[in-house]
């Protein structure tokens, strides 16, 4: 079975850029979340989707980050416009709607915003 | 709120040594406990996973045990080897908000050959 795919793995972007980081969950898992991580903060949750929904959008990461699930196979995290305090490893993780499922991770997107 | 502490962000041990990370939660609801261990350039994965049944969970010679007492969620192993070495985040889900995962900050365990 295929696991979590996050494309790309590595981005360079400049100040004020918008990036696109993708996600292709495990096949037949309805939940889908977006993290962010770091060294300081951990993992911290960005996004959450059930069944295509989405379900919360992270709070203070409202304003220029913004997650979309356009099909139940694949999701996309935009943000717009990049800034230096974004660099970080973008997680995408899936599950099924089982209550206490465990989380199967992607290998992230390293970004560097310069 | 429901929140997750690890206290231990890096311990470093030599092979063979004992390993205990202490892991604490807080929650109004009835919890599950994971252990993820995270490999350098990869995703978190499940290690062990604990509910409020059985107490206790265990995986690759590790253990941990679930105390309700003190709410405590401690993961050990008894002789750690250098493939070991990695990031280990405690985790909790609660009834209350079963989607959410909490995560604590971390441990990155260093083992020196």
């Known amino acids: 079975d295929a696991g979590v795919t996050q494309t790309p793995r590595h981005e360079v972007a400049e100040k004020g850029q918008t990036i696109i980081l993708k996600c292709e969950p495990v096949s037949g898992h309805n939940d889908l979340f977006w993290y962010r991580q770091t060294k300081i903060q951990g993992l911290e949750l960005l996004s959450y989707?059930?069944?295509?929904?989405?379900?919360?959008d992270g709070g203070a990461f409202k304003d220029r980050f913004k997650a979309e699930m356009l099909n139940s196979s694949f999701s996309t995290l935009k943000i717009q416009p990049t800034e230096p305090k974004d660099s970080a490893v973008y997680l995408c993780a899936s599950s099924s709607d089982r209550l206490y499922a465990e989380q199967f991770f992607g290998p992230g997107t390293r970004l560097t915003v310069l | 709120g429901d929140s997750v502490i690890q206290m231990q962000g890096q311990v470093t041990l030599s092979e063979n040594d004992f390993l205990f990370i202490n892991c604490t939660y807080s929650?109004?609801?009835?919890?599950?406990l994971f252990w993820y261990v995270q490999y350098s350039g990869e995703g978190p994965q499940l290690l062990l996973q604990?509910?409020?049944?059985?107490n206790k969970g265990s995986s690759r010679g590790f253990e941990a045990t679930y105390d309700k007492g003190t709410t405590s969620f401690h993961l050990q192993k008894t002789s750690v080897q250098e493939i070991d070495s990695a990031v280990y985040y405690c985790a909790m889900r609660d009834d209350t908000n079963a989607y959410k995962v909490i995560f604590g900050k971390g441990t990155h365990l260093h083992v020196l050959p």
């Open positions: 604990v509910t409020t049944a059985n």
């Open positions: 929650t109004t609801g009835y919890p599950t």
């Open positions: 989707f059930r069944s295509k929904s989405l379900m919360e």
